[in-house]
């Protein structure tokens, strides 16, 4: 089973600046097979970044996903009000499909 | 636009088996060469994926749960369910059922609302 480390587990910004997050892989993730998702308190989980790099539909520019083999990282380039919240990267190239324990964005 | 509903009871007590069904809408779960799926997440922790079914029916479970779960179709009611034997107080979580996109592990672009189900004596 491959192992997800993100990191920080919370990150205390102030709306405008930028946010980056990071995942580490115990073993390098198939195909770049990762995925970003940002949750909300009482809400299910939103898809924002698959494969990677790739954004999901009706996500905006200001969500970017890079990396590959064991390192990804997720930017917002500009915090708005409504992306404080919690999110999670989480790994479909092989089974189980596991998922980082999170990184909490809130309001510094 | 797809959506997804589950359902179920929301407590048990240890040993029972926990049943719970998504409903599916917008699209038919056997005509679209698609993944379906559940997901879990304890109170204040992160997410777990329990399985997935293909609309042909191959299954893929989580090693740490497959000896308890059984995930199955209702192509007639355009439904998928699952089933998790010998509950305890650790299977305590939300519930969601999800569209894998592509691939049985994910990514999950549609999610239900998710079910809050409790295990206590």
């Known amino acids: 089973e491959i192992v997800l480390t993100q990191s920080p587990g919370t990150l205390s910004l102030s709306p405008g600046e930028r946010a980056t997050l990071s995942c580490r892989a115990s073993?390098?993730?198939?195909?770049?097979?990762l995925a970003w998702y940002q949750q909300k308190p009482g809400q299910a989980p939103r898809l924002l970044i698959y494969a990677a790099s790739s954004r999901a539909t009706d996500i905006p520019d200001t969500f970017s996903g890079s990396g590959s083999g064991t390192d990804f990282t997720l930017t917002i380039s500009r915090l708005e009000p409504e992306d404080f919240a919690v999110y999670y990267c989480q790994q479909y190239g092989s089974t189980p499909g596991t998922f980082g324990q999170g990184t909490k964005v809130e309001i510094k | 636009q797809l959506q997804l509903q589950e359902s179920g009871p929301g407590l048990l007590k240890p040993s029972e088996t926990l049943s719970l069904t998504c409903t599916v809408s917008g699209a038919s779960i056997s005509s679209t060469t698609s993944y379906w799926g559940w997901i879990r997440q304890p109170p204040g922790k992160g997410l777990e994926w329990i399985g997935s079914?293909?609309?042909?029916?191959?299954?893929y479970y989580n090693p740490s749960l497959e000896s308890r779960i059984t995930i199955s179709l209702d192509t007639s009611k355009n439904q998928f369910s699952l089933n998790l034997r010998s509950v305890t107080a650790t299977d305590t979580a939300v519930y969601f059922c999800?569209?894998?996109?592509?691939?049985?592990?994910?990514?999950?672009?549609?999610w239900g609302q998710g079910t809050l189900v409790s295990v206590s004596s």
């Open positions: 073993q390098s993730v198939s195909s770049n097979y």
């Open positions: 079914i293909y609309y042909g029916g191959s299954k």
């Open positions: 999800a569209r894998p996109r592509g691939r049985a592990a994910g990514p999950f672009d549609y």
